[in-house]
């Protein structure tokens, strides 16, 4: 306890030796809810003194952070001699920097004076609010065709503040009027926002389409109007008038080139391709303009090249082909755009995506001598099912079909799936193969139809061959018997040859 009153007899003494600031900073104005980047600003900072001083000067400098963005242009003011409860005001100028992110910044207010002959000086930091301004451009296609256009606007912006309520409105221009009008809610700095707006263009041509952009800042910004003085014989009165500029309008003209819509011809040579797979997309270009060089671009599926360039005289007709390739099935749309003799078309062309059924015989065996058994695997290795697939053996002169099986009905093959089927035929001359006919429905229910041939030259009857086995014991056995008799027939031979020798011999000695 006695150590906490030696405490505090210790603050009171402090207090006696140094008194307390006889000036109180009550307040600094700049007229406006924030500051912004790149601008110069009038500053004002008010003191109330406590007691008379004299020889009063009050200053202003950045602190910390400030130091980099904000610039001193006047920083000091001389006030003199101030009586209690007198207002002091300093008037400063100051400059934003260019690149000054928004955020609040300290700056630091100053104010050397002397009292009783002695010099003080007392100071205070104060906050000032940066916030960048919304700076908007807008940006449209530089080309239109006659007649109804459906165009996106760019508005793009490339201030330091946020915007607002972006508006765009349009009058009716020389050949060109909006049917539409475009909304943004904000946009933040660097960002561009897109609006669709509908024109109708007549004749060909320049034409200029009045636009008027009202957009609203998030802070009020006051500008200066104009400043007034008026004098008295004991003072000098400044009277400073802005006038909020929170809501900006500006007025501007959109610049189109107007060319007739036959142009060009453009047209596909072929708007159906199967899925997966790389295909030729021609497209058909009638020149109806004049001799130009023509760039041709295509925008999606692509398979290499999405560019080529040729030369197309007035009246000429030209194709030019794109590799592309599409991995899902449906009506896909395709972007062109054709720039030729400073004009540019964009069109969409529609192609549709279709699988492809591929049907193959596997397993085949053919049974029978004259009347045949067909029997085997009809797979579909494509990428689209086959509706009602029917296989049949296909009648000609030396091919029959016989009943009840010279139709097979399988059904339906989705990819990867397959069917088996059995078909009888009587083959009534010789013949090296059996002609059949394979017919399904498509997704567009077109029936397709196919004809394939089942080689029958190198294929041997098993029952043929059984046959044959069954007479090989017999010519053998008779192969036997001959040889027997052939080896009795040769030893009697050989015998009666020896006793007719012998005989002759007898009568040739009596």
Same mark, same amino acid.
């Given at each position: ?56 000067? +009050? ?6 952070? %400030?130091?980099?963005?904000? @610039?001193? /242009? &006047?920083?000091?003011?001389? #006030? =003199? *001699? ?68 459906? +165009? ?6 490339? %201030?330091?503040?946020?915007? @607002?309520? /972006? &508006?765009?409105?349009?009058? #009716? =221009? *020389? ?76 007025? %501007? ?5 107007? /060319? ?6 453009? *047209? ?243």
């Amino acid at each position: 306890m006695k150590k906490l009153l030696i405490f505090i007899l210790f603050l009171f003494f402090l207090l006696l030796i140094n008194p307390i600031n006889a000036v109180e900073f009550t307040g600094i104005d700049y007229k406006n809810e924030y500051l912004e980047p790149g601008k110069t600003y009038d500053l004002w900072v008010i003191i109330t003194p406590e007691k008379e001083i004299n020889n009063t000067v +009050i200053g202003v400098s950045p602190y910390g952070v %400030g130091s980099e963005y904000i @610039q001193i /242009i &006047k920083g000091r003011d001389y #006030e =003199g *001699n101030l009586l209690q409860s007198e207002k002091g005001v300093g008037h400063f100028i100051i400059h934003i920097k260019e690149d000054a992110p928004s955020k609040d910044y300290n700056i630091l207010a100053y104010c050397n004076y002397t009292k009783d002959g002695k010099k003080y000086s007392d100071n205070r930091i104060f906050e000032i609010p940066i916030r960048g301004k919304p700076t908007l451009t807008v940006e449209n296609p530089s080309v239109i065709n006659e007649g109804i256009n459906r +165009i996106y606007i760019k508005i793009k912006n490339k %201030g330091t503040g946020i915007a @607002q309520n /972006i &508006k765009i409105k349009f009058e #009716e =221009g *020389n050949n060109i009027y909006a049917l539409s009008e475009g909304y943004i809610k904000y946009l933040k700095p660097g960002k561009t926002g897109t609006v669709e707006i509908k024109v109708y263009g007549e004749n060909s041509g320049i034409a200029k389409l009045p636009y008027t952009l009202t957009y609203s800042n998030p802070y009020n910004d006051l500008q200066l109007v104009d400043k007034r003085e008026t004098e008295s014989r004991k003072s000098k009165t400044i009277t400073y008038n802005y006038k909020n500029q929170k809501t900006v309008e500006e007025s %501007g003209n959109l610049i189109f080139k107007i /060319i007739p819509n036959d142009a060009i011809d453009l *047209n596909v040579k072929d708007c159906s391709f199967p899925v997966g797979k790389v295909n030729n997309f021609t497209l058909s270009i009638k020149n109806n303009y004049k001799d130009s060089k023509f760039t041709v671009i295509i925008g999606k599926y692509y398979i290499g090249n999405n560019q080529k360039t040729l030369s197309i005289n007035y009246g000429e007709i030209k194709n030019i082909t794109f590799n592309i390739k599409v991995e899902e099935m449906g009506v896909k749309e395709i972007p062109v755009r054709i720039i030729f003799g400073g004009n540019e078309i964009e069109r969409n062309i529609s192609v549709n995506i279709i699988g492809k059924v591929d049907l193959v015989l596997t397993g085949v065996n053919v049974e029978g001598i004259t009347e045949k058994t067909i029997t085997g695997d009809l797979s579909n290795i494509g990428t689209d099912k086959a509706k009602s697939v029917l296989i049949s053996v296909k009648k000609t002169e030396r091919v029959i079909p016989l009943r009840p099986y010279e139709n097979y009905f399988i059904g339906t093959l989705n990819p990867d799936d397959y069917g088996s089927f059995e078909l009888h035929a009587k083959v009534i001359n010789e013949t090296d193969s059996i002609p059949i006919v394979i017919q399904y429905r498509d997704e567009n229910n077109n029936l397709i139809k196919i004809e394939k041939n089942i080689s029958i030259k190198n294929l041997i009857n098993p029952n043929q061959s059984q046959e044959n086995n069954d007479y090989i014991p017999l010519i053998i056995g008779i192969l036997f018997i001959v040889g027997v008799l052939f080896l009795l027939y040769w030893n009697f031979f050989k015998k009666n040859k020896k006793i007719i020798i012998k005989n002759n011999k007898n009568n040739r000695e009596v």
